[in-house]
């Protein structure tokens, strides 16, 4: 099951709960641990396959049962037991915005609506002919609300649909690009989980600094991309709708307590429980406006225009964004700021990135899977002004069914031949050192889908698994490392497989795989396409405290796609990677002798 599937089935408990009257506590748990789950940056599968579903915050001992139970067997007793009774199409109308679990209830009580499958187009024929406003309670506009809340639903406006991190980084740019230009705004950032760079992205909320919050918000609403205005304050929040259906929240802020409120709508619901436990045992008490001393009776706030002083005075160190996730960061903090080890990481950034190694041109390679849509001479350029050494081309091997051995070799020759005219060339004096590469399919058996006289016209390989996903844990965990195995792998792509939302990851004995790895200096590739970010955040920590290298890559099929290494940064970053655990952060001379120096 996916994490949107398994976060589905918790709220549908959630809201069997809330039918039955059950305890608040209870529907309270999951509820969160359906949160929980749709913000997890792994899969809960892989989770639960390295016994580690118990470090998913906001899933405790008993909801780590069932879903045991549920990954043994496929169903969970407790939750049948839980659900029985109550109509199957109750759970689709939850879909719907505005609907909550007991008007969906009642929906199907009176309407008599049974099945789930037909639930929706009963409900939209029922709304039409004016049956829902004769329903005791309900009314025209009750009516109303639900024809609206259907049309959403056709448009794509689930509750719980979430973006991809990229589409919602773009989106809260242009707000952002939009605010800046009202001369009363000071600065603007994202908050939560966009601005922990999270995986996926459910509302957009921004900050803005201003001493004037009323012409702020009048030239925000007046936003040309804005569908609808949901609420407007006149000093702290506004609410709307894009036109993409995606709701943004403006928080405003007087500047001499901006960093309070950056601080505080920032972290995870863990990180903030765990930063307000802390304080508390030091006698202060936190929110957006700053930090208030309880021993002090005149109980003044003090306010904090700098998230690092707000940190200060908590005694810590600054903790960055990404980390804000109660996995050690706080306690991390404290050792910092008392110059003990132990403590938090420096981070990778983006600006130390020296190249990419995984780019797709448009070389006619020949391949079953995409090609790329620019020349080696176009992709160059822009490796150029992102100011990188070094660029390694990396096209998906040719087609082998399509393809005999001297024609796949021959192939790979005329590569090799366009690659060391580009080196030697320096076509239009842009000074980034191609590389030769290659992204390969690893077979079923874990054998390279490219022949051994093609294999020695490369200076690397990455490894990546497109097919066959359904293998054992073992069966594909002895795939992967036969592939690695080969002296020319230097680079296991997209490790996990995974899609987020849409496709899990197959199933790998990590321990073995990061053992491997180190022993033979093979690099994890941090794949930084939007619906991939593969290792995933977690894995990269692991990665880490395993001493095993990782490469961060884009996967770029365009040259537009190449600045989306910011998000593979990110992914890194979450994962508490420093510089030294990024192989690409070297310079094209140590490079390749990385490059040469292989598995010795």
Known sequence: MTNREIAELLRSIAAAYIVRGEDRFRVMAYQRAAESVDHATSEVKDLWDDGKLKELAGVGSAIASHLDELFKTGRVKHFDEVKSGLP???????????????????LCQELQLKEEKTAISQ?????SGGLIRKIEGFGSESEKRILSGLKALKRGQTKEKRMLLPYAFALAKEVIEY???CPAVIRADPLGSLRRMVATIGDIDIAASTKNPKDVIRHFINYSKIRRVLSRGEEALARVILQSGRQVD?????????????????GGKSHNIALREYALQKGFSLSEHGIKNLRDTDKKVKKYAAEEDFYRDLGLKWIPPELRENIGEIEAALR??????????????????????????????????????????????????LGYEYLGFAEHNPSVSQHSKYKIIDILKRKQEVI???????????????????????????????????????????????????????????????????????IFGHPTGRKISTRE??????EKIFAFCKRRNIWLEINAWPDRLDLPDTLVREAVKYGVKMIICTDAHAVSHLPLITYGVAVARRGWAEKEDIINVLGYNKFMEMIRKGGE
Do not use: C
């Open 336 to 385: 910092s700021a008392q110059g003990k080890p132990g403590g938090l990481p420096e981070l990778v950034n983006s600006g130390d990135i020296k190249g990419d190694l995984h780019v797709h041109s448009n070389f006619p390679i020949e391949t079953s899977h995409d090609e790329g849509e620019n020349s080696p001479e176009e992709i160059l350029a822009k490796a150029k002004d």
């Open 88 to 106: 199957p199409a109750m759970f689709a109308l939850l879909d719907i915005p505005g609907i909550g679990p007991k008007t969906a209830f009642r």
């Open 123 to 127: 409900l939209e024929k029922a709304a």
């Open 179 to 181: 605010l800046a230009e």
């Open 250 to 266: 403006l928080r405003l802020q007087q500047p001499e307590a901006y960093g309070a409120m950056l601080q505080y709508f920032t």
């Open 505 to 510: 990851g197959y199933e790998l004995d990590w």
């Open 420 to 490: 060391e005219h580009l080196k030697y060339s320096r076509v239009n004096k842009i000074f980034v050192n191609p590389i030769n590469g290659l992204e390969i399919d690893i077979k079923a058996d874990g054998t390279l889908a490219v022949p051994e006289e093609g294999l020695v016209l490369l200076d690397y390989v990455i490894a990546s698994i497109h097919s066959s996903f359904n293998l054992s844990r073992e069966e594909m965990t002895a795939r992967v490392l036969r592939a690695l195995d080969h002296p020319k792998v230097r």
